[in-house]
């Protein structure tokens, strides 16, 4: 059973960084993308970004703030937005695209992270 | 980019009725790479349908999607309880970002 689970800190001052990260059980396969989906209160699904073995996509509203990694040894992947405001704040989700179905099949249960002084 | 929009914004039915939720696209597409997405309170999206009509694992009968082209729909043919959430599409363009439709709440009546 493949499982996801994000964890960082669930506060973040505006104009710092924002840094989470998720780790994967249950799946050591290659064959993925693996991304990152965002949820203001309220509100919809925005998704932030995706890597993958040979790069990286980012949503272009984000205006080059957003960065991915990716640790095949630890099975983790991580995001980092820069220069972060309140409207940053959201609960944010990892999640497991497959490309074979096109579809996000497995996600995480979301962490809460609130921008705030 | 592609925009979807969902129909209606909110869904008001009894438990033992028949729900249908549509997804609309601004412009058609050469795939049927249309996904559907339950969201219940306080929890994470769960993949429902995939493929426009594909079950995901686990996935009760009860769930069905078709569509094709910019007109996709999602069927829940007798409501349980645990169905009365959020509803999201995604559809799978020919450029990025992923986009997510508004999302259908559907609620008791």
């Known amino acids: 059973q493949v499982q996801l689970q994000e964890s960082g800190p669930g506060l973040v001052k505006p104009s710092e960084t924002l840094s989470l990260t998720c780790t994967v059980s249950g799946d050591s396969s290659t064959n993925y993308f693996w991304s990152w989906i965002r949820q203001p209160a309220g509100k919809g699904l925005e998704w932030i970004a995706r890597?993958?073995?040979?790069?990286?996509n980012y949503n272009p509203s984000l205006n080059g703030r957003v960065s991915m990694s990716l640790d095949r040894s630890k099975n983790q992947f991580s995001l980092t937005l820069n220069s972060v405001t309140a409207a940053d704040t959201a609960v944010y989700y990892c999640a497991r695209w497959s490309a074979a179905r096109v579809c996000f099949d497995y996600w995480g249960q979301g962490i809460l992270v609130t921008v705030s002084s | 980019e592609i925009v979807l929009t969902q129909s209606p914004g909110t869904l008001s039915l009894s438990p033992g009725e028949r729900a249908t939720l549509s997804c609309r696209a601004s412009h058609s597409v050469t795939n049927n790479y249309l996904s559907w997405y339950q969201q219940r309170p306080g929890q994470a999206p769960r993949l429902l349908i995939y493929?426009?009509?594909s079950r995901a694992t686990g996935i009760p009968d009860r769930f069905s999607g078709s569509g094709s082209g910019t007109d996709f729909t999602l069927t829940i043919s007798r409501l349980e309880p645990e169905d009365f959430a959020m509803y999201y599409c995604?559809?799978?363009?020919?450029?990025?970002?992923?986009?997510f439709g508004p999302g259908t709440e559907l609620n008791i009546k």
């Open positions: 995604h559809l799978y363009g020919d450029s990025l970002p992923f986009i």
């Open positions: 890597i993958f073995a040979t790069g990286t």
């Open positions: 493929g426009a009509s």
